[in-house]
């Protein structure tokens, strides 16, 4: 996967559904939507992505596709594939609460 800016969109199982903005850059993720803040890190070995994200939230107005939390990690598992991926999510303390995101590179980062 390279560096860049990417469009994302999630989706959970009960139809909850959400996009924002990532960059992606040495493994690193930092990005949001209207309501909250995502930042992790992930690695990638043969084309499968892995990883964590810590998901916060900065907006008092937007509920989280899971309902009313505040605070949330994801671990992330899937498959990226040049300037895309696509990974499943779950809460690891709640593992009823699970996610599809995938994601589309935007543009380049500026050096």
């Given amino acids: 996967m390279n560096n860049g800016i990417y469009a ?4 959970t199982p009960t139809g909850a559904a959400g996009a924002g ?4 850059l040495d493994g690193a993720v930092h990005g949001g939507d209207a309501g909250f803040v995502y930042r992790g890190r992930f690695e990638i070995g043969a084309g499968q992505l892995r990883g964590k994200l ?3 939230r900065w907006s008092a107005a937007v509920e989280s596709v899971f309902g009313p939390i505040n605070h949330f990690d994801l671990q992330v598992s899937g498959s990226t594939s040049g300037d895309a991926f696509s990974v ?4 690891p303390q709640a593992p009823d609460r699970q996610m599809v995101i995938t ?9």
């Fill in 8 to 11: 994302v969109s999630f989706q």
């Fill in 21 to 24: 903005l990532v960059v992606v």
């Fill in 54 to 56: 810590a998901v916060t």
């Fill in 88 to 91: 499943s999510a779950v809460i």
């Fill in 103 to 111: 994601g589309q590179r935007v543009a380049d980062l500026i050096a």
